[in-house]
């Protein structure tokens, strides 16, 4: 079993910047990729990011050029660098881990408030 645990979100004004953090615990051995999702109310679960072990990621086009994903293998962790926030990045923000492209893991979620 995978546990992960995120942190850092938050409510900010538009135009500001966010750092999500997300450090994974338990085996890891079937895990390959992590990733970022949030969901907005009303709205489905949809990813922003993810990141494998060899340093590949990917974006959704909503959020290329203002957010960064990064990872530290040594710590099992990852990060949402995100930057230039709209309020329409506001949303619930999960951490996700496994095998690309299926993530079987996740945290509890942590809210992303964004003010105009």
């Known amino acids: 079993q995978v546990q992960l645990v995120e942190s850092g979100g938050g409510l900010v004004q538009a135009g500001g910047s966010l750092r999500l953090s997300c450090v994974a615990s338990?085996?890891?051995?079937?895990?390959?990729?992590m990733a970022w999702y949030r969901q907005a109310p009303g709205k489905q679960r949809e990813l922003v990011a993810s990141?494998?072990?060899?340093?590949?990621?990917d974006y959704s086009d909503s959020v290329k050029g203002r957010f960064t994903i990064t990872r530290d293998n040594a710590q099992n962790a990852v990060h949402l660098h995100m930057n230039s926030l709209k309020p329409e990045d506001t949303a619930v923000y999960y951490c996700?881990?496994?095998?690309?492209?299926?993530?079987?893991?996740w945290g509890q979620g942590t809210q992303v408030t964004v003010s105009s």
């Open positions: 996700a881990a496994g095998w690309y492209p299926s993530f079987r893991h």
């Open positions: 338990g085996n890891m051995f079937r895990i390959n990729a």
């Open positions: 990141v494998n072990t060899g340093g590949i990621t």
